[in-house]
């Protein structure tokens, strides 16, 4: 007993575990609490010390409504009495899923315009917070190919009308000034982030409206190799700029051309049209260019189009072959279950899923469209992502990464959310509920970790875990409702963790195997 004592004191004294993070700086704003960051100061998340918890400890991350912000003690293994009908979470290390790719954010215009409005030192803060080890880890980014709603005016790589040999192509103002200096202080502080993109229109010459946006303008047949050419110029010009392009979609969100007076950039793709254009041409062509490693993802758009569009899709064998996964978004997910991505990742377990748009405030009924502070908001997120991974996502990549207080700017005046908004009058950000919900994964599921098997049948508590390259188990948990409880997290090799579990709280809990 008194050996145990001494043993414990020892290891509280020389466990120096996380005194050195900056702690969250919170304020009180319309809806919740927000962590405010500026030029000087930001709160962090340091490795700890150990950095994998000795045999026997957990470490124990909790944000919760009531204002923790990825505060961090310690439980232990075997040391506590939990009662008889104590729901019971039982990780099994030995069934294995999808192997993670990570999580991120988009590098939009408005992300640009918007971190550009603060100082220099500001703006390193932000990148730092998303993409430093004492922040998020994102090792993920998309970057849209020319111009989205986000922008403030409708553009392409080439406005020059029929300009067939693709001239006049070039980059935009907006790529230099917003977009890749940003980018690439975000590949410094991680050089292993890896970058998606997706083009929203072609330019209005190759598609049969004529137009950026509207009804039904598809891509002229005759255009089909143009617009590859087009695509890998694309990738050619942000090589040249030092940044490489994992990924490319067949465009964002085809099924808006079908909506009437949707504003948005926007190209129309049926299941037969895209398949052709990537059988023949995009799939070839890349193949033949130096760009041959770049995959295309199917898609980029809503759930309820699964499993139908990406079966049709892969009838065409030559299409299935040149696809390496399918990109999904996350904004009618309400509607629809996620088990419409196992029957995906059944039609062929070779192609990934990757979730690679959401944000909150997008809906109609949404206002205000920025709710500074708003915890449901990021539960909203944090019970998304654990979805997805239970439902064979490899990744989950956030939309803008910064907007400002009215959630633009947007040419078309489609405001939504951010995790970040800034407030340039005072050069600081806010950090909002959904930064922390995305950082439980991003910060500890690093890339390469598997997802492994954990019961997620308690209706208040919402569970999925991992285990990483090094071997630690990471389990993240939601307590979805307004009181404590306890659970007990037992793990078949280290027994069991009792677990108080806060009114709406995100739980990351760490330990080695
Ligand atoms: C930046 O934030 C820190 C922590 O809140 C504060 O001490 C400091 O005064 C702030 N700096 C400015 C210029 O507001
Ligand atoms: C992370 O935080 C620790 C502790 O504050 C600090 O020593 C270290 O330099 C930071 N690392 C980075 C990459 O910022
Ligand atoms: C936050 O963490 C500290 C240990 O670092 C712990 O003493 C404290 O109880 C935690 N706060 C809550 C509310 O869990
Ligand atoms: C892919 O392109 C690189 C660089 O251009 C080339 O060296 C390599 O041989 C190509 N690989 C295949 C499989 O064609
Ligand atoms: C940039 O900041 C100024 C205030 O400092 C503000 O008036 C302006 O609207 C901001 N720009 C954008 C695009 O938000
Ligand atoms: C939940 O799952 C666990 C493990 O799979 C199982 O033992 C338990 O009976 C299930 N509970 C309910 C209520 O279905
Ligand atoms: C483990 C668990 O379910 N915890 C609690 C979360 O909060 C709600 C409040 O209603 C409880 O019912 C849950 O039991």
Redesign the pocket.
């Given at each position: 007993m008194e050996y145990t004592k001494t043993l414990l004191l020892l290891t509280f004294l020389f466990n120096k575990g996380n005194t050195q993070a900056n702690d969250c700086?919170p304020r009180e704003l319309d809806f919740g609490i927000v962590c405010?960051?500026?030029?000087?100061?930001c709160d962090d998340t340091p490795d700890n010390d150990p950095k994998i918890p000795e045999s026997g400890t957990v470490y124990w991350y909790v944000s919760s409504k009531s204002g923790l912000r990825l505060n961090l003690s310690q439980a232990h293994f075997n040391s506590c009495e939990a009662s008889y009908n104590t729901p019971v979470l039982t990780v099994d290390p030995s069934r294995r899923y999808q192997t993670i790719f990570g999580f991120g954010g988009a590098f939009t215009d408005s992300t640009g315009i918007n971190i550009k409005n603060l100082s220099r030192a500001a703006q390193d803060q932000i990148i730092r917070t998303y993409f430093g080890r004492n922040g998020s880890r994102y090792s993920l980014g998309r970057i849209p190919i020319g111009g989205t709603d986000f922008s403030t005016r409708p553009y392409t790589y080439d406005d020059s009308p029929s300009d067939v040999l693709l001239r006049y192509f070039s980059l935009a103002p907006e790529d230099y000034k917003y977009k890749i200096p940003y980018i690439r202080r975000a590949i410094e502080l991680n050089p292993d982030v890896r970058f998606f993109s997706s083009a929203w229109s072609a330019p209005s010459w190759m598609k049969t409206n004529h137009r950026i946006n509207g009804l039904l303008g598809f891509l002229e047949r005759k255009y089909y190799r143009t617009y590859v050419d087009y695509l890998i110029k694309f990738l050619q010009e942000y090589k040249n700029n030092g940044i490489d392009i994992w990924g490319i979609s067949t465009g964002n969100e085809p099924t808006n051309a079908f909506v009437p007076f949707d504003r948005l950039n926007v190209m129309a793709w049926t299941p037969r049209t895209v398949s052709e254009w990537v059988a023949d041409y995009a799939g070839p062509m890349l193949e033949n260019s130096e760009f041959n490693r770049t995959k295309i993802l199917l898609l980029d758009d809503q759930i309820f189009e699964l499993p139908w569009a990406a079966a049709k899709v892969f009838q065409n064998p030559k299409a299935k072959h040149y696809i390496s996964g399918t990109a999904v978004h996350w904004y009618l997910d309400q509607f629809f279950s996620l088990s419409i991505l196992d029957d995906t990742h059944n039609l062929s377990p070779d192609k990934f899923i990757l979730m690679t748009e959401a944000c909150t405030g997008a809906n109609i009924l949404d206002n205000p469209k920025v709710a500074l502070g708003s915890w449901e908001r990021g539960q909203e997120y944090v019970l998304s992502i654990i979805e997805y991974m239970n439902h064979w996502g490899i990744g989950w990549i956030d939309w803008n990464l910064v907007l400002n207080r009215q959630g633009g700017p947007n040419w078309i005046d489609n405001y939504v959310d951010a995790p970040i908004i800034v407030n340039p009058e005072?050069?600081?950000f806010f950090k909002q509920p959904m930064y922390y919900a995305l950082k439980h994964f991003s910060r500890f599921v690093e890339r390469g970790s598997v997802r492994i098997n954990i019961n997620n049948n308690l209706s208040n508590v919402k569970s999925t875990a991992f285990v990483t390259p090094s071997n630690e188990v990471v389990v993240v948990l939601y307590n979805k409702s307004n009181r404590e409880e306890d659970v007990v997290l037992e793990d078949p090799n280290n027994g069991p963790v009792c677990l108080k579990l806060l009114p709406y709280s995100i739980n990351t809990i760490i330990y080695a195997q």
């Open positions: 700086v405010v960051c500026n030029a000087t100061y005072t050069d600081e």
